[in-house]
């Protein structure tokens, strides 16, 4: 069942909002570039209400040196990310209250071409993350990842990176 399908061909209307950094639409995708004050990087979020399912993207490292997908699960101070740079994928906890240092829990090298699109496809079945971009995988297990995902935050640093076709399947 589909639950979200997001063309990003333009700036999406609410309940998608960007709290930081500078979007632009253009060529049918969402690229988004992360400014000077920006402390986190160029943020585009999304609610989303998923278990066990899939989430879909097309990517594209312009300029951006790598992209983060913080996924909020449960309580919104609870999340995990994927981390997609030119050269690796990595899957990680981020810290939980009190806590200093990111739980690292899968790394994967990988080679990424400047300004080419990439199919990114996570799929989660209850404590499992598996993340693919084109044809490499990484996979990572937490308990953390067979909670509700209630949150999605597109996350850019450095230059330009481009989104779209963004489909949540459960």
């Known amino acids: ?19 930081s950094g500078k979007w632009l639409a253009r060529d049918g995708a969402l690229w988004g570039a992360e400014l000077p004050t920006d402390k986190n990087g160029a943020a585009l979020r999304t609610p ?7 989430i879909d993207f097309q990517l594209n490292l312009d ?11 449960g309580d919104p101070a609870q999340t995990f990310r994927v981390v997609i740079s030119r050269t690796a994928i990595e899957i990680a906890r981020n810290p939980a209250r009190g806590e200093t240092q990111p739980e690292q829990l899968a790394r994967k090298p990988l080679t990424l071409e400047k300004g080419r699109w990439y199919p990114v496809r996570l799929t989660f079945a209850g404590n499992t993350l ?6 490499t995988t990484a996979r990572a297990t937490h308990t953390v990842f067979a909670q509700q995902k209630s949150a999605l935050n597109f996350l850019v640093f450095g230059d330009t990176a481009g989104f779209k076709q963004v489909a949540i399947r459960r």
């Open 63 to 73: 300029g951006a040196n790598r992209i983060s997908l913080r996924v909020e699960a």
């Open 130 to 135: 598996t993340a693919q971009v084109n044809d």
């Open 1 to 19: 069942k589909v639950v979200l399908n997001e063309t990003l061909a333009q700036l999406p209307t609410k309940p998608w909002i960007t709290p």
């Open 48 to 54: 989303c209400a998923v278990g066990d399912g899939t």
